[in-house]
C-alpha cells in the first residue's frame, strides 16, 4: 500500500500570514490530487498536478509536484478565514487504480 | 449542479444490528467508492465499484460489504456493527477512470455504534 504522509496535522495562523502543506511519500504516483473539506461537508477538488516539477496556481493557492513525483505542497498567500478547512493530498497510483490520501492538515485561519 | 447524496447525516445504532448506507449519484458515472474518514487517518478506501453488479475490494474491506444494483446507487452494509466502525462513512463518484479525475463527494454519513 502507497502512504502519503502530510504535515503539520494542525495550522493555526492568523489572517495575511503565508503558510505551507506539505506532502511526502516514498512512492511515486502518477498524479497528485489536493482537496479542501469544509465542516458538514464531503472533500472538494482543488487541483490536480500531473507532471514532475509543475506548479499550478489558484488564485492565493500554489500547488507544485515534486520533481520525482513522490511529494506535493500547497502554500497559501495572506491566508483568510474563508480558507479555514481541512487540507487533503490524494496521489494516483502507477496502475491508476485508485487513490491513496494522506492523513489531511487542519487550517484554521483567525481573523 | 452535481450531486452525490447520502441517505443518512447522522446515524446511531447498536451493536451486532445490521446497517445500511446508501448513496446516489446524478451525474451517470460508472465508477462510485465508499471510504471511511477517521481523524488523522485522511480517508480509507473500503470498497468501489467501475460498473454495474461490479465491486472490488479496497484497504479496509473487512466487516463491510455493498451493492450495486442501479448505476447511480452504491450502498454500503455492515452485516453486524461493531464500536470500531464509529466513523464518518463518505460516498464519492468519478467518471474516469478508476483512481483518475475528480471524485465528487457526498456530505457523509456519521455512524456511531454504542
Known amino acids: 500500500t502507497q502512504l502519503l504522509e502530510q504535515s503539520p496535522q494542525f495550522l493555526s495562523i492568523q489572517e495575511g500570514e503565508n503558510l505551507t502543506v506539505y506532502c511526502n511519500s516514498s512512492?511515486?504516483?502518477?498524479?497528485l490530487q489536493w482537496y479542501r473539506q469544509e465542516p458538514g461537508e464531503g472533500p472538494v477538488l482543488l487541483v490536480t498536478?500531473?507532471?514532475?516539477?509543475e506548479v499550478k496556481k489558484l488564485k492565493r493557492l500554489t500547488f507544485q509536484f515534486g520533481d520525482a513525483r513522490k511529494d506535493s505542497s500547497l502554500h497559501i498567500t495572506a491566508a483568510q478565514p474563508g480558507d479555514t478547512g481541512l487540507y487533503l493530498c490524494?496521489?494516483?497510483?502507477?496502475?491508476?487504480?485508485?487513490?491513496?490520501f494522506g492523513g489531511g492538515t487542519r487550517v484554521l485561519v483567525k481573523p | 449542479d452535481v450531486k452525490v447524496t447520502q441517505s443518512s447525516r447522522y446515524l446511531v445504532k447498536r451493536t451486532g444490528e445490521k446497517v445500511f448506507l446508501e448513496c446516489v449519484q446524478d451525474?451517470?458515472?460508472?465508477?462510485m467508492f465508499w471510504y471511511r474518514q477517521d481523524p488523522g487517518l485522511g480517508l480509507r478506501l473500503i470498497y468501489f465499484?467501475?460498473?454495474?453488479?461490479?465491486?472490488e475490494k479496497g484497504d479496509i474491506p473487512e466487516g463491510y460489504s455493498v451493492s450495486r444494483e442501479k448505476k447511480e446507487r452504491f450502498s454500503l452494509i455492515l452485516e453486524s456493527a461493531s464500536t470500531n466502525q464509529t466513523s464518518m462513512y463518505l460516498c464519492?463518484?468519478?467518471?474516469?477512470?478508476?483512481?483518475?479525475?475528480?471524485?465528487?463527494f457526498g456530505e457523509g454519513s456519521r455512524l456511531t455504534v454504542l
Open positions: 464519492a463518484s468519478s467518471g474516469y477512470g478508476i483512481g483518475a479525475g475528480e471524485l465528487f
Open positions: 490524494a496521489g494516483e497510483g502507477a496502475a491508476g487504480n485508485k487513490l491513496t
Open positions: 512512492s511515486v504516483f502518477s498524479s
Open positions: 451525474m451517470d458515472h460508472e465508477n
Open positions: 465499484s467501475y460498473d454495474v453488479k461490479m465491486k
Open positions: 498536478v500531473v507532471t514532475g516539477g
